[in-house]
Antibody, heavy 119, light 107 residues
Framework: EVQLVESGGGLVKPGGSLRLSCAAS????????MNWVRQAPGKGLEWVSS????????YYADSVKGRFTISRDNAKNSLYLQMNSLRAEDTAVYYC????????????WGQGTLVTVSS | DIQMTQSPSSLSASVGDRVTITCRAS??????LGWYQQKPGKAPKRLIY???SLQSGVPSRFSGSGSGTEFTLTISSLQPEDFATYYC?????????FGGGTKVEIK
């Protein structure tokens, strides 16, 4: 069974940093591209970042470019999101999502981890 | 970036009603579109991929259609468990974009 479990969320002050993790199991993690998607309270879904299976290709939404860094460790079956210079508008539930290799959309999602940026 | 305009943003419907939700892309995206259902406090769940293919395990009352710039999600006979928020997602470009969402509420 495919499982994605996010962790690392919490309360952080504006300007602070946080590192999110996503632990994957039930599939060959190293064969799949992965993404982070976020959802601000009461708002819609926003794509944040994507990383290819070997980390060769990485993309960011303009709203986080230069502040967030996506990475992965295939040996540990883990995906990461390093978030720096956090702003109030980064407050959201952050989901990791697996990319369907044939279709290229998101076929599995984690349960999400809440990041709150507030003084 | 490709913009996805989803409509309506909300609707009220009764059990048994036929419901249609539309997404329009700002440029052609072939059939690189999926539909997702999200219930409060839960992660989104894929319903439709490649614009019109039904995800395994999803009831056949859900269907998708369209190609290019206009796409539709149809629920043929709304059931109590279908009250949720629905999102389209385009994955034609490296910068993926979601529609704004459609909240389906009980009339």
């Amino acid at each position: 069974e495919v499982q994605l479990v996010e962790s690392g969320g919490g309360l952080v002050k504006p300007g602070g940093s946080l590192r999110l993790s996503c632990a994957a199991s039930g599939f060959t993690f190293s064969s799949y591209s992965m993404n982070w998607v976020r959802q601000a309270p009461g708002k819609g879904l926003e794509w944040v970042s994507s990383i290819s299976s070997s980390s060769s290709y990485i993309y960011y939404a303009d709203s986080v470019k230069g502040r967030f860094t996506i990475s992965r460790d295939n040996a540990k079956n883990s995906l990461y999101l390093q978030m720096n210079s956090l702003r109030a508008e980064d407050t959201a539930v952050y989901y990791c999502a697996r990319v369907s290799p044939r279709i290229r959309d998101f076929d599995y999602w984690g349960q999400g981890t809440l990041v709150t940026v507030s003084s | 970036d490709i913009q996805m305009t989803q409509s309506p943003s909300s609707l009220s419907a009764s059990v048994g009603d036929r419901v249609t939700i539309t997404c329009r892309a700002s440029q052609g995206i072939r059939n690189d579109l999926g539909w997702y259902q999200q219930k409060p406090g839960k992660a989104p769940k894929r319903l439709i991929y490649a614009a019109s293919s039904l995800q395994s395990g999803v009831p056949s009352r859900f269907s998708g259609s369209g190609s290019g710039t206009e796409f539709t999600l149809t629920i043929s006979s709304l059931q109590p468990e279908d009250f949720a928020t629905y999102y389209c997602l385009q994955h034609n470009s490296y910068h993926l974009t979601f529609g704004g969402g459609t909240k389906v509420e009980i009339k």
